[in-house]
């Protein structure tokens, strides 16, 4: 959707590039699964590659890797 050319501009919606939260969120989950109680970190790993094998392949390869 974009803005008519007439409508004010809303402040709150522009971002800086200075502003912006880079985010690696694959990164963040393996620092999380790390420091996870191993049998929920086992549980997990578990049920998400009945969903995405592919992704629990490159969480534990990147876990054993500390």
């Keep these: 959707m974009s803005r008519k050319s007439n409508e004010t501009p809303n402040p709150a919606q522009e971002v800086n590039e200075e502003e912006k939260i880079p985010i690696d969120g694959f990164r963040q ?18 049920r998400l590659a009945t969903r995405d094998s592919s992704l629990a392949a490159s969480l534990k390869r990147d876990l054993s890797h500390r």
């Design 29 to 46: 989950i393996v620092e999380m699964l790390k420091v996870a109680d191993p049998a929920f970190r086992d549980s997990l790993l578990k």
